[in-house]
T-cell receptor
């Protein structure tokens, strides 16, 4: 069964450094998402992406964050200058296009644990 | 803003017994979806069951069933004949009904342990 994959599984970086988290969504899916979960807190939506542009973003997704689909298979989340409070588990998800109103299941990757020191 | 509350941070159940996980939510929307996602230790989150708010009938998937009370904004998950493989974090999730896909709103999760 196809799965969403994410690399790396764990990333340690110093405050102020740039990080890129990578995701490979399921191949025939057209909607892509990033969520994060700070330890002990809720999973929170960051951004959704469709047709090569951001379709929705939360207030967490400020100018330090960006997303890209560089080559038609990868979907990346970049944090330009990491802060201590960016330490979290970051989940990528994808879902297929829906032709009528309604919601398809979002398929999640295993997550990347980001530790900012 | 929509919120989802899971009041049980941890629960345990004996193998083969039945357990119910609670969830309440707050929304002013009339049409929406509710889900239970399961995240086993060190593995992906996977969808367990979904409920459309416009359907009165409670969803069931094999040993998993829900009790959806729209007026009370309550959405509990019942697991029958619990198995060791049911050990996981369970998230109650809400999303509005919309054309295209929409962000998921998560509860904090309930960690369920199934004991042999």
């Amino acid at each position: 069964e196809p799965e969403v994959t994410q690399t790396p599984s764990h990333q340690v970086t110093q405050m102020g450094q740039e990080v890129i988290l990578r995701c490979v969504p399921i191949s025939n899916h057209l909607y892509f998402y990033w969520y994060r979960q700070i330890l002990g807190q809720k999973v929170e939506f960051l951004v959704s992406f469709y047709n090569n542009e951001i379709s929705e973003k939360s207030e967490i997704f400020d100018d330090q964050f960006s997303v890209e689909r560089p080559d038609g298979s990868n979907f990346t989340l970049k944090i330009r200058s990491t802060k201590l409070e960016d330490s979290a588990m970051y989940f990528c998800a994808s879902s297929p296009f829906l032709t009528s109103g309604g919601t398809y299941e979002q398929y999640f990757g295993p997550g990347t644990r980001l530790t900012v020191t | 803003a929509q919120t989802v509350t899971q009041s049980q941070p941890e629960m345990s159940v004996q193998e083969a017994e039945t357990v119910t996980l609670s969830c309440t939510y707050d929304t002013s929307e009339n049409n929406y979806y509710l889900f239970w996602y399961k995240q086993p230790p060190s593995r992906q989150m996977i969808l367990v069951i979904r409920q459309e708010a416009y359907k009165q009938q409670n969803a069931t998937e094999n040993r998993f069933s829900v009790n959806f009370q729209k007026a009370a904004k309550s959405f509990s998950l019942k697991i029958s004949d619990s198995q060791l493989g049911d050990t996981a974090m369970y998230f109650c999730v809400w999303t509005p009904f919309s054309v295209g896909n929409t962000p998921l709103v998560f509860g904090k999760g309930t960690r369920l342990s199934v004991i042999a």
